[in-house]
């Protein structure tokens, strides 16, 4: 099983809303990833995991907040976002090597369109 | 300072060998590089990956010269179906974990019949 499963495929909420993303994988990585992708931009790190633990935080602002409940499950929560929220947010995961490196492949799931109104 | 430079965009037809160069003058001994494919509204596919000479699968080559500071993935016979998004990665050791993966501005393949 090489596949990132993302749920929901879409997601429209208000400003005041609280939602949650989720991304599940069962190939056995320890690496785990969320991007923002805003149309005709490349994908943007926002957080990282290892090991169920937060590595890396890109400056992202706390209305989004990551949650690695287990190895195979990644949650992203959401509330009070703004319009310009609104994108593609996708997941991915590697095998993780003693320490990140650029040989570990990722694997992507199909994403989850967001519109913030 | 940009790890990766590729074209904006490429046009090529149907039947044709489509070769997407990328430039990385400041890549580190131990980076690989690898290259993604995304179609609109799907999240990036893994293509191929490499450190140095050749490398072959069943979908595309990648030729890194001995330098090591581009690389240039070749599509052999191109079909409408290989029209997307192509990203060069390349690590990023400035990130605070180690060496990351960091997207460039990809190249957009237009493939017409």
């Known amino acids: 099983d090489t596949e990132v499963t993302q749920t929901p495929k879409h997601l429209v909420m208000g400003m005041t809303n609280k939602k949650s993303l989720k991304c599940e994988q069962h190939?056995?990585?320890?690496?785990m990833y969320w991007y923002k992708q805003k149309a005709k931009k490349p994908p943007e790190l926002m957080f990282v995991?290892?090991?169920?633990?937060?590595?890396i935080n890109e400056s992202v602002p706390s209305r989004f907040s990551p949650e690695c409940p287990n190895s195979s499950l990644l949650n992203l929560h959401l509330h009070a976002l703004q319009p310009e929220d609104s994108a593609l947010y996708l997941c991915?995961?590697?095998?993780?090597?003693?320490?990140?490196?650029?040989?570990?492949?990722?694997?992507f799931g199909p994403g989850t369109r967001l519109t913030v109104l | 300072l940009a790890k990766t430079t590729q074209p904006i965009s490429m046009d090529s037809y149907e039947g044709q060998e489509v070769n997407i160069t990328c430039s990385h003058n400041?890549?580190?001994?131990?980076?690989?590089i690898t290259w993604y494919q995304q179609f609109p509204s799907q999240g990036p596919r893994f293509i191929i990956q490499?450190?140095?000479t050749k490398v072959t699968n069943e979908v595309a080559s990648l030729f890194i010269p001995a330098d090591r500071k581009s690389s240039t993935l070749s599509l052999p016979r191109v079909s409408l179906s290989d029209t997307a998004v192509y990203y060069c990665?390349?690590?990023?050791?400035?990130?605070?974990?180690?060496?990351?993966?960091?997207f460039g501005g990809g190249t957009r393949l237009m493939v017409k019949p």
């Open positions: 991915a995961s590697s095998q993780l090597t003693s320490a990140f490196s650029s040989r570990d492949t990722q694997y």
């Open positions: 190939m056995g990585h320890r690496a």
């Open positions: 995991y290892s090991y169920e633990k937060l590595s």
């Open positions: 400041n890549i580190a001994t131990n980076d690989y």
């Open positions: 490499g450190y140095k």
């Open positions: 990665l390349v690590g990023d050791m400035n990130n605070n974990a180690g060496n990351m993966l960091t």
